[in-house]
C-alpha cells in the first residue's frame, strides 16, 4: 500500500494505514459467505484495493495501476466496477445508511449474513450517521457491524479541534447500540469484539482506537498523513521499517 | 484556481467584519493563510455540509457575509435541500463556492466528479452561477460575488489556457476570445476547459472560426451580447463545449436561448460528458479524452459545423 502511494506521489496515506489492520482482519479473516462490506471511508481505497488482492479477487499486479490513468482503482471505490463493491463511496456520511439497507435486506429475506460498515470517525459529523444509527436500532439490525477507524484525526485538524466529539462511543451507545472499544491494531481484540454476542437486540459498533500513519513513525498522528504524499526518502524508510517488523 | 482565490479573498474579503468564511473539513496545506486572515471568522464546520450551508443561510439572514468552500460535488449535491430552500428561496447573499469542477478531481472517482453542479443549480431561483475559465477571472469574480446580494456559486477549475499575448484577460461575461471570419465556424464555451479549446481553435487558423467564452450561467440570466448573436446568424454552425452533462447545461442554454431569439444558427453541437459514467480513470484530461472532450472528437465537430460533415 506504501508502494501504491508513493509510486503516483498519492496522499491519504495516513487513514488508509490506520484502517489497513482492521480491514485485513474483516475482509480476509471474519467475512464470511454472503457477508458484505461497505467501506464507508471511501478515502480508504487504497486499504481496500490492497484486501481484494490479499484475497485474490484482483491481481496484485493491478495494484499498480492505483491512480494511473486508464486505471479501474481511482482514489475512492468506483461503482459499477467490482462484485466486491457494492457502493462507490468517498463522500462521507452514506456507508451506515447503505449498509443498514443491506443488512435491513437480508433481514427480510432471513439470511444470517453479517453488513461490515467501515467508517472514519470524523464522518459521524455528517447528520445523516445519526438517522442511520436510529433506524438500524428501531429496525433492530443485529446483523450490521459498525467498526470505526477512531484515529482522531481528519482533513483540516483535530476531531476535538473541529467538533468536539471525542466522547463518540457514548453518544452512539445513547441510542442503545452495544458498543465497544479496542485497539485497532490489536487484531486479536479486533477479532474478539466483532465476533462476541452482540449484547443488543440492534447493531454492534467497535470503536477501534487507530493511529493515523500507523508503520510510518514521522507520519504517525501526524496532519500531514491524511494529505501529504511521502517522499522518496520517506517511503524508503517506511519500507524498510516495515520489512525488519516482518 | 484555488491559489488565485485564496490570494484574493485575503486581499479583498478577509478585512470585512461581516464576512465569514465556512470550509467543510477542506483546505489543508490550501487555507491555512485565509484561516489566519480571517481569524475567528474562519470556521472549520467539519464534515457536515448540510449543517454548514444552514449555518451559512442563518449568518446571511443576520447580516454576515458567509462563503461556504468545499469539494465542489460536496458543496452541491449533499446540501441540495439547504441551497434551494434556506439560501435561494429566501434570496440571501451567501457565497457557495466548489473546487474542483468537472473532472477536477478526476482519479479521485465518480463520487468527486462534478458534472450535474452548474446544471442542478441552474434550476434554482435567485442564484448566480460564476464559472471562471481563466485565473485571471478569479479575483474579479471573486468581487462580484462579495458585492452581490443575491446568491452566488463559484465553480473554481483548472486554468488550461494557452499562453498567448492576449493575455491576461480582463473579465466579462461574455468575451470574445477569437474575432474569426465572417459566416464561419462559432465554438462557445464555459468553464476552464476554455483554455484547451482556446488552444484547439488556434491549430486550426484557416478555419475561421470565432471562438466566445461565458463566465456567467444559466444562460438566459445573462445573455449573449448583440454581437454574439448577430455573428451566430450569420455562422456556418455553432459549437459549444463544457466539462459538464448535456442535460441542463451550458449547451443546451445557449441553443436554446438563440434558438427562441430567432438567432441560432443552422447547425448546433455540443461537446459535453455524456451522462452514462467511465468506468476507468484517471487525470483530469484522460477523463475528458475518455469523454471525447478531446482535440480529435473537436476536429470532427469542427468540420460538422463548417459544413464539411452532414
Same mark, same amino acid.
Given at each position: 500500500?506504501?508502494?501504491?502511494?508513493?509510486?503516483?506521489?498519492?496522499?491519504?496515506?495516513? =487513514?488508509?494505514?490506520?484502517?489497513?489492520?482492521?480491514?485485513?482482519?474483516?475482509?480476509?479473516?471474519?467475512?464470511?459467505?454472503?457477508?458484505?462490506?461497505?467501506?464507508?471511508? =471511501?478515502?480508504?481505497?487504497?486499504?481496500?484495493?490492497?484486501?481484494?488482492?490479499?484475497?485474490?479477487?484482483?491481481?496484485?499486479?493491478?495494484?499498480?495501476?492505483?491512480?494511473?490513468?486508464?486505471?479501474?482503482?481511482?482514489?475512492?471505490?468506483?461503482?459499477?466496477?467490482?462484485?466486491?463493491?457494492?457502493?462507490?463511496?468517498?463522500?462521507?456520511?452514506?456507508?451506515?445508511?447503505?449498509?443498514?439497507?443491506?443488512?435491513?435486506?437480508?433481514?427480510?429475506?432471513?439470511?444470517?449474513?453479517?453488513?461490515?460498515?467501515?467508517?472514519?470517525?470524523?464522518?459521524?459529523?455528517?447528520?445523516?450517521?445519526?438517522?442511520?444509527?436510529?433506524?438500524?436500532?428501531?429496525?433492530?439490525?443485529?446483523?450490521?457491524?459498525?467498526?470505526?477507524?477512531?484515529?482522531?484525526?481528519? =482533513?483540516?485538524?483535530?476531531?476535538?479541534?473541529?467538533?468536539?466529539?471525542?466522547?463518540?462511543?457514548?453518544?452512539?451507545?445513547?441510542?442503545?447500540?452495544?458498543?465497544?472499544?479496542?485497539?485497532?491494531?490489536?487484531?486479536?481484540?479486533?477479532?474478539?469484539?466483532?465476533?462476541?454476542?452482540?449484547?443488543?437486540?440492534?447493531?454492534?459498533?467497535?470503536?477501534?482506537?487507530?493511529?493515523?500513519?500507523?508503520?510510518?513513525?514521522?507520519?504517525?498522528?501526524?496532519?500531514?498523513?491524511?494529505?501529504?504524499?511521502?517522499?522518496?526518502?520517506?517511503?524508503?524508510?517506511?519500507?524498510?521499517?516495515?520489512?525488519?517488523?516482518? | 484556481?484555488? /491559489?488565485?482565490?485564496?490570494?484574493?479573498?485575503?486581499?479583498?474579503?478577509?478585512?470585512?467584519?461581516?464576512?465569514?468564511?465556512?470550509?467543510?473539513?477542506?483546505?489543508?496545506?490550501?487555507?491555512?493563510?485565509?484561516?489566519?486572515?480571517?481569524?475567528?471568522?474562519?470556521?472549520?464546520?467539519?464534515?457536515?455540509?448540510?449543517?454548514?450551508?444552514?449555518?451559512?443561510?442563518?449568518?446571511?439572514?443576520?447580516?454576515?457575509?458567509?462563503?461556504?468552500?468545499?469539494?465542489?460535488?460536496?458543496?452541491?449535491?449533499?446540501?441540495?435541500?439547504?441551497?434551494?430552500?434556506?439560501?435561494?428561496?429566501?434570496?440571501?447573499?451567501?457565497?457557495?463556492?466548489?473546487?474542483?469542477g468537472g473532472f477536477g478531481?478526476?482519479?479521485?472517482?465518480?463520487?468527486?466528479?462534478?458534472?450535474?453542479?452548474?446544471?442542478?443549480?441552474?434550476?434554482?431561483?435567485?442564484?448566480?452561477?460564476?464559472v471562471?475559465a481563466f485565473?485571471? /477571472?478569479?479575483?474579479?469574480?471573486?468581487?462580484?460575488?462579495?458585492?452581490?446580494?443575491?446568491?452566488?456559486?463559484?465553480?473554481?477549475g483548472f486554468d488550461r489556457g494557452?499562453?498567448?499575448?492576449?493575455?491576461?484577460?480582463?473579465?466579462?461575461?461574455?468575451?470574445?476570445?477569437?474575432?474569426?471570419?465572417?459566416?464561419?465556424?462559432?465554438v462557445a464555451v464555459a468553464g476552464p476547459i476554455a483554455g484547451l479549446v482556446w488552444g484547439w481553435?488556434?491549430?486550426?487558423?484557416?478555419?475561421?472560426?470565432?471562438?466566445?467564452v461565458?463566465?456567467?450561467?444559466?444562460?438566459?440570466?445573462?445573455?449573449?451580447?448583440?454581437?454574439?448573436?448577430?455573428?451566430?446568424?450569420?455562422?456556418?454552425?455553432?459549437?459549444t463545449v463544457e466539462e459538464h452533462?448535456?442535460?441542463?447545461?451550458f449547451?443546451?442554454?445557449?441553443?436554446?436561448?438563440?434558438?427562441?431569439?430567432?438567432?441560432?444558427?443552422?447547425?448546433?453541437?455540443?461537446m459535453a460528458v455524456?451522462?452514462?459514467?467511465?468506468?476507468?480513470?484517471? /487525470?483530469q484530461l484522460?477523463c475528458l479524452?475518455?469523454c471525447?472532450l478531446d482535440?480529435?472528437?473537436f476536429?470532427?465537430?469542427?468540420?460538422?459545423?463548417?459544413?464539411?460533415?452532414?
Open positions: 500500500m506504501i508502494k501504491m502511494h508513493h509510486a503516483n506521489h498519492i496522499g491519504h496515506l495516513g =487513514g488508509n494505514l490506520s484502517v489497513i489492520d482492521l480491514l485485513c482482519l474483516i475482509y480476509l479473516d471474519l467475512m464470511r459467505g454472503t457477508d458484505q462490506l461497505v467501506l464507508s471511508k =471511501g478515502h480508504a481505497a487504497g486499504a481496500l484495493y490492497v484486501c481484494m488482492a490479499l484475497a485474490g479477487e484482483i491481481d496484485e499486479a493491478e495494484l499498480e495501476s492505483f491512480h494511473q490513468n486508464g486505471t479501474r482503482l481511482p482514489g475512492h471505490p468506483p461503482a459499477n466496477t467490482f462484485e466486491k463493491i457494492a457502493f462507490a463511496t468517498g463522500s462521507l456520511g452514506h456507508g451506515l445508511s447503505l449498509a443498514s439497507g443491506m443488512a435491513l435486506a437480508e433481514k427480510l429475506r432471513g439470511g444470517d449474513a453479517t453488513i461490515f460498515c467501515v467508517m472514519g470517525d470524523g464522518e459521524w459529523q455528517e447528520g445523516s450517521n445519526w438517522e442511520a444509527i436510529w433506524f438500524a436500532q428501531h429496525h433492530t439490525l443485529s446483523n450490521l457491524t459498525i467498526v470505526v477507524d477512531q484515529n482522531e484525526l481528519q =482533513g483540516f485538524g483535530s476531531i476535538r479541534d473541529t467538533s468536539s466529539m471525542e466522547d463518540l462511543l457514548k453518544r452512539v451507545r445513547s441510542h442503545g447500540i452495544d458498543c465497544s472499544t479496542v485497539d485497532g491494531h490489536n487484531l486479536d481484540a479486533l477479532r474478539d469484539a466483532c465476533s462476541l454476542p452482540n449484547k443488543s437486540d440492534g447493531p454492534r459498533a467497535v470503536f477501534a482506537r487507530t493511529l493515523k500513519g500507523k508503520g510510518v513513525p514521522w507520519f504517525e498522528g501526524e496532519m500531514r498523513s491524511h494529505y501529504v504524499p511521502l517522499t522518496d526518502d520517506a517511503a524508503e524508510k517506511a519500507l524498510s521499517v516495515l520489512q525488519a517488523k516482518k | 484556481m484555488r /491559489d488565485t482565490f485564496s490570494s484574493a479573498i485575503i486581499a479583498d474579503i478577509a478585512n470585512d467584519p461581516k464576512a465569514v468564511f465556512l470550509t467543510g473539513d477542506l483546505g489543508f496545506n490550501a487555507l491555512e493563510s485565509v484561516q489566519l486572515a480571517f481569524g475567528e471568522r474562519f470556521i472549520n464546520a467539519g464534515i457536515a455540509e448540510q449543517n454548514m450551508v444552514g449555518v451559512a443561510a442563518g449568518l446571511a439572514s443576520s447580516g454576515q457575509k458567509p462563503w461556504v468552500y468545499s469539494i465542489a460535488t460536496f458543496m452541491v449535491f449533499r446540501p441540495f435541500e439547504q441551497i434551494r430552500n434556506d439560501i435561494c428561496l429566501h434570496d440571501l447573499p451567501v457565497v457557495l463556492v466548489g473546487n474542483g478531481y478526476g482519479v479521485m472517482g465518480p463520487t468527486h466528479h462534478a458534472l450535474e453542479d452548474y446544471g442542478s443549480l441552474g434550476t434554482l431561483p435567485n442564484l448566480r452561477i460564476l471562471p485565473d485571471e /477571472d478569479v479575483p474579479a469574480m471573486v468581487t462580484i460575488a462579495h458585492l452581490s446580494k443575491k446568491p452566488v456559486y463559484l465553480r473554481l494557452p499562453d498567448v499575448p492576449s493575455r491576461p484577460l480582463e473579465y466579462a461575461p461574455w468575451r470574445c476570445l477569437i474575432d474569426g471570419a465572417p459566416g464561419g465556424p462559432m481553435c488556434l491549430s486550426e487558423p484557416q478555419k475561421g472560426i470565432s471562438l466566445w461565458a463566465g456567467e450561467l444559466p444562460v438566459p440570466n445573462v445573455p449573449p451580447p448583440e454581437k454574439f448573436q448577430q455573428a451566430a446568424q450569420a455562422a456556418s454552425g455553432l459549437l452533462v448535456r442535460p441542463g447545461g449547451g443546451e442554454g445557449l441553443i436554446s436561448y438563440l434558438a427562441l431569439a430567432g438567432a441560432l444558427p443552422d447547425r448546433p453541437r455540443i455524456p451522462k452514462d459514467r467511465i468506468t476507468e480513470y484517471g /487525470d484522460y479524452s475518455l471525447g482535440q480529435e472528437t476536429r470532427s465537430e469542427l468540420s460538422a459545423i463548417s459544413g464539411d460533415i452532414t
